[in-house]
């Protein structure tokens, strides 16, 4: 696997359920960060984690809980959802010197 | 706060022809980059090009080229030669600086801009 891989592609969940998407890069990179991408919306940056560190957190309901246990690996633990939260979540990562993020596939989230 | 506007929500160009997209900013910051990012059907963000404040000349790769002007706050892209792979979104995005010159990561994306060529 090359570049940054996101799991799973495609994810419908009830309001009740509890799930969780995983972002791994594959690139040497040192920080990693959550973007939800919404119909008409721009991309919203939710959360960014530098050297396993979280150093954002853009006012993101509590209901979605970002985990980074090494810097190749982040996590989006999602509970008791609600259908707005419906959206393409997309993971990145860069060399923090370097500004430039590169970007997974992400997860397209259905919330029934 | 910064904000990136791409006021063309959708275009269309020919095949082998030149298109330019808008994009503008608004910053009070005066270290910063700016970024075309391309997303096209189904498939995920890539990077066309990076363009640094400090850099008065503009940044071109292959068939992508800007116009940035600093002063106007105005970045544009244009693509050269346009090809049918060149269908996607494509977002205007803005960074600042941190204070010793490292980013802080927190990229600002305009709505969009969908391209359609056209065989």
């Known amino acids: 696997e090359t570049g940054v891989t996101q799991t799973p592609r495609h994810l419908v969940m009830g309001m009740t359920n509890k799930k969780s998407l995983k972002c791994e890069q594959h690139?040497?990179?040192?920080?990693m960060y959550w973007y939800k991408q919404s119909a008409k919306k721009p991309l919203e940056l939710m959360f960014v984690?530098?050297?396993?560190?979280?150093?954002e957190n853009n006012s993101v309901p509590s209901r979605f809980s970002p985990e980074c246990p090494n810097s190749s690996h982040l996590f989006l633990h999602l509970h008791t959802l609600q259908p707005e939260d419906s959206a393409l979540y997309l993971c990145?990562?860069?060399?923090?010197?370097?500004?430039?993020?590169?970007f997974g596939p992400g997860t397209r989230l259905l919330v029934l | 706060a910064q904000t990136v506007t791409q006021s063309q929500p959708e275009m269309s160009v020919q095949e082998a022809e030149t298109v330019t997209l808008s994009c503008t900013y608004d910053?009070?910051?005066?270290?910063?980059?700016l970024f075309w990012y391309k997303q096209p059907p189904s498939r995920q963000m890539i990077l066309v090009i990076r363009?640094?404040?400090?850099?008065?000349q503009n940044a071109t790769e292959n068939r992508f080229s800007v116009n940035f002007q600093k002063a106007a706050k105005s970045f544009s892209l244009k693509i050269s030669d346009s090809q049918l792979g060149d269908t996607a979104m494509y977002f205007c995005?803005?960074?600042?600086?941190?204070?010793?010159?490292?980013?802080?990561?927190?990229?600002?994306f305009g709505k969009g801009t969908k391209l359609s060529v056209k065989p």
């Open positions: 984690y530098s050297l396993e560190e979280r150093v």
């Open positions: 995005a803005f960074m600042k600086l941190g204070n010793y010159g490292g980013s802080q990561g927190n990229l600002i």
């Open positions: 363009q640094e404040a400090y850099k008065q």
């Open positions: 910053t009070s910051e005066n270290n910063y980059y």
């Open positions: 990145a990562s860069s060399q923090e010197w370097s500004a430039v993020q590169y």
């Open positions: 690139l040497g990179h040192n920080a």
